[in-house]
């Protein structure tokens, strides 16, 4: 299994920028950023499919949150952040081919890092 560690959490105001960084330690095919706040189920937010580039955002994200990857590190460059966005964000990958229409759904991975902090103050 992929380990995966995550970094560049932290605490912004309304409309601030946080980049968040995933290494992992073998192939990525697909991945993906959840997030998750206290007392809600863990939601996909943005995912990358590596061999078409293509990508898939969430609706409350979208324009706002850019997912990448450059070898064996995921990227999720968010802008314009509001408190909404304030939870544990979570990198997940997979070493297979995950259609687009799956990129967003728990269950397509199979490895999952431990989660880093952001909270946004209004």
């Known amino acids: 299994q992929v380990q995966l560690v995550e970094s560049g959490g932290g605490s912004v105001q309304t409309g601030g920028t946080l980049r968040l960084s995933c290494e992992a330690s073998g192939y990525i095919a697909s991945g993906a950023w959840f997030r998750q706040a206290p007392g809600k189920a863990r939601e996909g937010v943005a995912g990358?499919?590596?061999?078409?580039?293509s990508t898939r955002y969430s609706d409350s994200v979208k324009g706002r949150f850019t997912i990448s990857q450059v070898g064996t590190r995921l990227y999720l460059q968010m802008n314009n952040l509001k408190p909404e966005d304030t939870a544990t964000y979570y990198c997940?990958?997979?070493?297979?081919?995950?259609?687009?229409?799956?990129?967003?759904?728990?269950?397509?991975?199979?490895?999952w890092g431990r989660g880093t902090q952001v909270t946004v103050s209004s």
């Open positions: 997940a990958t997979t070493r297979q081919d995950v259609p687009t229409d799956y990129l967003l759904k728990v269950d397509s991975y199979e490895s």
């Open positions: 990358i499919w590596n061999s078409w580039g």
